[in-house]
Structures are given as structure tokens and as C-alpha cells.
């Protein structure tokens, strides 16, 4: 809900999906690069806020039993791919280099580790099962939110329908495996 406060309150002429086309090709593709740049560091920060709770995850559940320490590092690696190049694409489209995609989906990952840590520091004296859930329950409602709002249109205006919804139906598939093969 809070993200979606925060894309109500984004005026409808910057709000990327909100915008009609322009008349002039120039000016459009400006508006489309704009509109990438702004979906990818928007993607950016939602992967970051998501990403901080899972490497605090990852860390507990490390120190309680190694082994599930493991398998949950697997599973969180598994989706972090797809999570990286939500980040990565469109800056890349955007802007035409590597670098600018690499260093934003590396710092939206980045997040991961520092989560661990400082989640670890400012909450271990309030660990337990409802804390987790209720982390993991507004992260999931973010992703959820993104997802949906911003990149699935955008996929679908970039490509072709038909390879967005597959690509949103496999990436569910791939979570429920790595949910029943992991956790």
C-alpha cells in the first residue's frame, strides 16, 4: 500500500505508465528512455527494499542450522538472478551502458549483506516467527506491487504480450521449485 501511495502521489505527467505517446519520434524515444531510466532505478529500490530482509533471513537462518542456511542462500540466489536483470534492462535500454546497469543492480543486491547485518544488530532482541512474517509480508507486497504496476506493462510495451505473461508465469514456477526444493 505504501508503494502504491507513492505512485499515486507521482504527478501523471512523470508517472512513466500514465504517459500517452508523444507526436515526435524524437521526443518519444526520450520519453521511453526517461520512462526506463525511471522504471529501472524505481525497480532499483524496490529489489534493495525487498533484498534487506532476505539477507537478514539468510543470516538467522545460517546461525540457527547451517544446512537451512544453505538451502535458503540457494533459493534467494535462484531469484535473484531475474531480480537483478528487472534492474539491469532498462537502465541498460536506457542509457546504453553496461556499467550504469551493472553498478545499480549491483547496489540494489548489495542491500542483501548490509540487511543481514544491520537487521541482525537492531532486531535480535525481537526475533521471532510474527517478526519475520510481518517483514516478509509488507517485502512480498512491494515486489507484488512492482511487478504488476510497473514491469509487467512495461515488458508488454516493449515486447511481445504473450512472452511477458510467460515470462511472469515461469518466474512463479521457478519460485514455487525453489520454495518446495529449499526451504
Known sequence: ???????????????????????EPEKADEVKKAKLMRM???????????????????????????????SIAVAIAIHN?????????????????????????????????????????????????ATFGAIFGAVAGIMVYISLDELLPTAEEYGEHHIAIFGLIAGMLVMAISLVLFV
Open 81 to 129: 538472478i531475474p531480480e537483478g536483470l528487472a534492474v539491469s534492462a532498462p537502465i541498460h535500454f536506457a542509457t546504453g551502458s553496461r556499467k550504469k546497469a551493472f553498478f545499480w543492480s549491483f547496489l540494489s543486491g548489495l542491500s542483501e549483506p548490509v540487511g543481514a547485518l544491520i537487521g541482525y544488530f537492531l532486531l535480535r532482541s525481537v526475533f521471532n516467527e
Open 1 to 23: 500500500m505504501v508503494i502504491a501511495l507513492i505512485d499515486w502521489l507521482i504527478p501523471s505527467e512523470e508517472n512513466p505508465h500514465e504517459l500517452k505517446n508523444m507526436e
Open 40 to 70: 529501472g532505478l524505481f525497480s532499483a529500490l524496490a529489489v534493495g527494499i525487498h533484498n534487506f530482509p532476505e539477507g537478514l533471513a539468510t543470516f538467522m537462518s545460517a546461525l540457527a542450522d547451517p544446512a537451512l542456511g544453505v
